[in-house]
T-cell receptor
Framework: KAGVTQTPRYLIKTRGQQVTLSCSPISGHRSVSWYQQTPGQGLQFLFEYFSETQRNKGNFPGRFSGRQFSNSRSEMNVSTLELGDSALYLC????????????FGEGSWLTVV | QKEVEQNSGPLSVPEGAIASLNCTYSDRGSQSFFWYRQYSGKSPELIMFIYSNGDKEDGRFTAQLNKASQYVSLLIRDSQPSDSATYLCASALGGGADGLTFGKGTHLIIQP
């Protein structure tokens, strides 16, 4: 059974640019959540999608957005990058969104310079 | 503001002993609680979840929940060097789709 696939794994961007990260969930999983992990703030919830609809959103500025496609694949976008956006971005796949069925991908390491 | 607090450690435990990890949460509305293990450079891996007051055992792991004290703990029996990792405690208001609130983790070191 294939796991959660995130691409790209590593990327470097310049301040002011935008970035798009991709996540392919486990086959059959319809819920995809995104989290940001930094040494200072730890893991923080960005948003959750289920069947192409954003159901829940964390406390992040509007520069952070996402979407989910009909095949459950998801993308998140960060516009006007800031140095503080440097982080590990983790995608979590789940059957229903319940925490007891959440599986994390390996993450995308974003460095903003 | 929902918060989950953990002692950052490091917590050093001899091999074969019991490791005890604790966390407290601020939102009394939290219903679900999770323990994740994260090795350096890797993604978090769910090891236990608990919804009801009391103890829940799974192999060498026991999760304990006390909603009155807003306290969650994880016990690891017969600790192994492979248990050395950062342990993240998380809570959710519902089942988790509303987003997990994570603590910053406790770094556990099992000394051979």
């Amino acid at each position: 059974k294939a796991g959660v696939t995130q691409t790209p794994r590593y990327l470097i961007k310049t301040r002011g640019q935008q970035v798009t990260l991709s996540c392919s969930p486990i086959s059959g999983h319809r819920s995809v959540s995104w989290y940001q992990q930094t040494p200072g703030q730890g893991l923080q919830f960005l948003f959750e999608y289920f069947s192409e609809t954003q159901r829940n959103k964390g406390n992040f500025p509007g520069r952070f957005s996402g979407r989910q496609f009909s095949n459950s694949r998801s993308e998140m976008n960060v516009s006007t990058l800031e140095l503080g956006d440097s982080a590990l971005y983790l995608c979590a796949s789940s059957l229903t969104g319940d925490g007891n069925t959440i599986y994390f991908g390996e993450g995308s390491w974003l460095t903003v310079v | 503001q929902k918060e989950v607090e953990q002692n950052s450690g490091p917590l050093s435990v001899p091999e074969g002993a019991i490791a005890s990890l604790n966390c407290t949460y601020s939102d009394r509305g939290s219903q679900s609680f999770f323990w994740y293990r994260q090795y350096s450079g890797k993604s978090p891996e769910l090891i236990m979840f608990i919804y009801s007051n009391g103890d829940k055992e799974d192999g060498r792991f026991t999760a304990q929940l006390n909603k009155a004290s807003q306290y969650v703990s994880l016990l690891i029996r017969d600790s192994q060097p492979s248990d050395s990792a950062t342990y993240l405690c998380a809570s959710a208001l519902g089942g988790g789709a509303d987003g997990l609130t994570f603590g910053k983790g406790t770094h556990l070191i099992i000394q051979p």
